[in-house]
C-alpha cells in the first residue's frame, strides 16, 4: 500500500513485454478509474522506449492525461526502495513466460491474456478494443472490497475470476 493523503492505495504494476500499449493503457486505466483505491504503474521486460502513439491518441480522446506516461523497464520496481506494490498483474503472454524479478513487498501476482494492439497495421479500433477489455477488469478490480479480504488466497480468487470473465464473483 501507498500513502496518499489520508488514504492507502494499494500499489498495481501491469507488465508487458514493450511497455508501450497494453500495460500504459491499464497503468491510464487504473489511476482513473481506481483512483481512491489504486495507484498504477507499468513497465516492461524489453521496453520500446516510447508509448504507442495509438495508445496516446486514444487515451487523449477519453480525456486522460498522458503527461506522466513512459515506457519503462520493469528494473525500476523491483529495487529495494521502489514503489511499494500490493499486485503486479502481467497483461501480456509473453511477459507471463518470462523469468521476473523478485519483487520488494512479495506483492500477489496476477495474469490477464489481453491481446496486443501493437500489430504492424494496427487501427484505432484495435486499440479500443483493449482498452475495453482492460477498464472492464480494472472497474472489477477497483470495486473489490479489499480491506474486507481477509486473505491473500481469497483476493488471489478474485483475481482470477476478474482475468477469466473481467467480473467479480456474483456480478453478472
Known sequence: MTGHGDRQ??????????NSARSILAEAIANKVGA????????GSQPTGVIHPLAVQLLEELNYSTND???????EFAKPNAKQLGLVITVCNNTVAEACPLWPGNPLLSHWSIPDPAQPNSHRADFKLVYDLLATKINALANLPIPSISTAEELSRKLEQIAKTGNLPGDN
Not at 481512491?36 to 504503474?41: D, G, M, S, T, W
Not at 506516461?69 to 528494473?75: A, C, E, G, P
Open 36 to 43: 481512491v483505491k489504486l495507484r498504477a504503474f507499468s513497465a
Open 9 to 18: 492505495l494499494l500499489g498495481v504494476l501491469f507488465l508487458c513485454t514493450g
Open 69 to 75: 506516461l513512459r515506457s519503462k523497464h520493469w528494473s
